[in-house]
């Protein structure tokens, strides 16, 4: 049965934040436009995304950004967070602008202003200029103050309109599939760099809030993807603790100023012996921040060795995760096209276990939602029902961590319309709306309704 979007209108809160995201290099295109970028080089290489995709013409939305944000308008949202390019600004990495990359985003924010968008902007979500990407990328040492400079100049061009920042987006994906394994850009495919880039994303986080601070940019945060780790039997809760230190308590601890979580650097002695770690850096790391966004699709559940195999699980595997013990992911049916188990359970229980691992910290829920076949087409429109089933209940479940007393204050659905997800190209679709990618043109899905329907039944409570 279709879920009911007055039950769900009925419990969200009038100030409760609801929006959908996106990310740049996923929807812009126009790669010709601005510099290039540490994608644009891993997306060149054979073999590295699964269908050839590359940056253009994503949802040519550097052209078609006006109808976009009439999209937004028409779907009744409260924000939007989108990320902005670093190469699009700043081509180079540093150094000279590029005033038609900053007027991009300029006219961008504007226009969400303009319908009564409250914008949220991501700083970084990947796309890292190829020139910076030369000298080391995120295992580079200069690159925190490379960083705290670009966030300089954004913050003094933006601050004034945007109204919530994020430093970064996953910095667990940038460190331990860019550069522990080959999934992402760079692919470098280096356990003890996967640590190394880890710890400068945190720091370069630091940085860089210090600099939002002084350009007195509203709401600074940043962006984790984190997750609960279930672990189905006696032989695989030491690999579980270990994915549970990787995925979520050693970005939680660097927050909250616990430093390194000491059970991770004992097993990971083989791989790094953390020597980039600073004390005096670890404090520039722990400043407060306003507010922290979790990324959630699905749990990691796992299992003794030779359990059976599940197949591809995106993300979930041992060579993303350094330093795990023999373990077999097993997800359970029913699962997203990723292979990510649907449990919005979990969703809870994530929400729960970080609102107590970073206390007194709001949060939101800064990406959520599945990748679905999408073959039902019913009088022109695609009938996700599956989709629109997995929302209602993550919205839902999101709202139970909510009134169990989690200070949860805003969902965003990942994402506004298909786009390129990644190594997986245009095979995996996130959508609401539906993006030809020959013709571009847009339309919405059946979630897509839903979610416009409950924020308007919402505005009437
Ligand atoms: O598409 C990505 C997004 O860029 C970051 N979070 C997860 C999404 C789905 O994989």
Redesign the pocket.
């Known amino acids: 049965m279709k879920p009911s979007p007055h039950e769900l209108a009925k419990r969200l809160p009038a100030d409760f934040t609801f929006g959908t995201a996106t990310?740049s290099w996923?929807i812009e295109g126009d790669s010709k436009g601005r510099g290039s970028s540490i994608w644009d080089d891993f997306a060149a290489q054979p073999g590295n995304i699964i269908d050839g995709t590359t940056a253009d013409p994503a949802c040519d939305h550097i052209r078609r950004w006006r109808d976009d944000l009439d999209l937004l308008s028409w779907l009744g949202v409260d924000s939007y967070r989108f990320s902005i390019s670093w190469p699009r600004i700043q081509p180079d990495g540093s150094g000279q602008l590029s005033e038609a990359g900053l007027d991009f985003y300029d006219k961008l924010i504007d226009g969400l202003l303009e319908r009564g968008i409250k914008p949220a902007l991501t700083i970084y979500?990947?796309d890292l200029p190829s020139a910076l990407g030369a000298k080391g990328g995120w295992t580079w040492e200069g690159i925190a103050d490379a960083f705290a400079d670009f966030t300089s100049v954004v913050a003094d061009r933006y601050a004034d309109r945007v109204e919530r920042w994020a430093t970064f987006?996953?910095p667990w994906?940038s460190a331990f599939l860019g550069y522990a394994s080959k999934v992402h850009a760079p692919g470098a495919g280096n356990p003890a760099q996967g640590f190394e880039a880890a710890y400068r994303l945190m720091l370069a986080h630091g940085r860089s809030m210090e600099v939002l601070r002084s350009h007195k940019a509203r709401n600074p945060g940043i962006v984790l993807?984190l997750t609960t780790i279930i672990s189905e039997d006696a032989e695989s809760r030491e690999a579980a603790h270990h994915l549970d230190g990787l995925q979520n308590r050693l970005w939680l601890d660097l927050l909250a100023g616990r430093g390194v979580p000491q059970d991770l650097i004992d097993h990971t002695t083989d791989i790094t012996d953390w020597s980039f770690v600073k004390s005096s850096e670890l404090k520039e790391i722990a400043v407060p921040i306003d507010w922290l966004g979790i990324?959630y699709?699905t749990p990691t559940r796992v299992s003794k060795p030779g359990a059976n195999d599940a197949g591809k699980i995106?993300g979930q595997s041992g060579d993303v995760n350094p330093g795990t013990p023999p373990v077999t992911f097993t997800p359970r049916d029913p699962r997203t096209e990723?292979g990510w188990e649907i449990d919005a359970s979990s969703l809870t229980t994530t929400l729960k276990q970080t609102a107590e691992r970073l206390p007194g910290v709001p949060l939101y829920v800064t990406?959520n939602g599945g990748a679905f076949p999408d073959k039902t087409v019913v009088d022109g429109t695609i009938e996700d029902l599956d989709r629109l089933d997995y929302y209602n209940r993550h919205i839902n479940a999101a709202l139970d961590a909510k009134d169990q007393g989690v200070d949860l204050r805003g969902y965003f659905a990942?994402?506004l319309f298909d786009n390129i997800?990644?190594a997986e190209g245009w095979t995996k679709r996130?959508g609401i709306v539906h993006v030809d990618v020959e013709s571009q043109v847009r339309t919405p899905k059946a979630s897509a309704n839903f979610i416009k329907e409950v924020l308007a039944l919402r505005n009437k409570n």
Do not use: G, K, P
Request: glycine letters at 0%; a negative charge; proline letters at 0%.
């Open positions: 990310s996923q979500h990947w987006n996953e994906c993807n990324n699709y995106v990723m990406e990942w994402s997800e990644w996130f």
